[in-house]
């Protein structure tokens, strides 16, 4: 069975204070996708990564794909209110395996 | 304006009703999904249906009926629930079954 491992599992923090949330696994990826979730709504895609060592940005959120294509970073800089909610990575292992996702990362962002 | 939309939003039902759940994509993909939503796991992905044929069916109890009658609409019937099936049912849509999955926002659904 492939597992995404995701943490921390919850996280408040204050607004303007940065911060990392992580996914993981023991099995490559061929393709990794962030989502967040707000309460009541469904997850909204925010990225899709496919090369390893990869890199993008998204205004103050940095998403890094890992060389060896087994785990993915999320970070933000600069947190916001608006910044809450569930941080969902999901994996293709391979082309048309059905897409695996982690628990999530439960974030809270103090004004 | 969201690409995939769903309806009820909200539902409650009794453990005898039948009701069904409504997914709707507007962006010409191919492949539709049904997931279930439940607090502390990960999502559960419950069908899959690829060019109206189903392709994917995670050992979901009978009570549960999916439909596809285009690839544009998915239905899943629900009959003689239980309460354990109370959780958030997510639709989502791609352009091929390997592809970028986009989500709708969900029914949140109670058994009583």
């Known amino acids: 069975t492939q597992l995404l491992e995701q943490s921390p599992q919850f996280l408040s923090i204050q607004e303007g204070e940065n911060l990392t949330v992580y996914c993981n696994s023991s099995?490559?990826?061929?393709?990794l996708q962030w989502y967040r979730q707000e309460p009541g709504e469904g997850p909204v895609l925010l990225v899709t990564v496919v090369t390893g060592g990869e890199v993008k940005k998204l205004k103050r959120l940095t998403f890094q794909f890992g060389d060896a294509r087994k785990d993915s970073s999320l970070h933000i800089t600069a947190a916001q209110p608006g910044d809450t909610g569930l941080y969902l990575c999901a994996a293709h292992f391979s082309g048309n395996t059905p897409l695996v996702f982690g628990k999530g990362t439960r974030l809270s962002v103090i004004a | 304006e969201t690409g995939v939309t769903q309806t009820p939003r909200h539902l409650v039902m009794g453990m005898t009703n039948k009701k069904s759940l409504k997914c709707e994509q507007h962006l010409g993909h191919n492949a539709m999904y049904w997931y279930k939503q439940s607090a502390k796991k990960p999502l559960e992905l419950m069908f899959v249906?690829?060019?109206?044929?189903?392709?994917e069916n995670n050992s979901v109890p009978s009570r549960f009926s999916p439909e596809c009658p285009n690839s544009s609409h998915l239905f899943l019937h629900l009959h003689t629930l239980q309460p354990e099936d109370s959780a958030l049912y997510l639709c989502?849509?791609?352009?091929?079954?390997?592809?970028?999955?986009?989500f709708g926002p969900g029914t949140r659904l109670t058994v009583l």
């Open positions: 989502a849509s791609s352009r091929t079954g390997g592809d970028t999955q986009y």
């Open positions: 249906y690829s060019l109206e044929e189903r392709v």
């Open positions: 099995s490559v990826f061929s393709s």
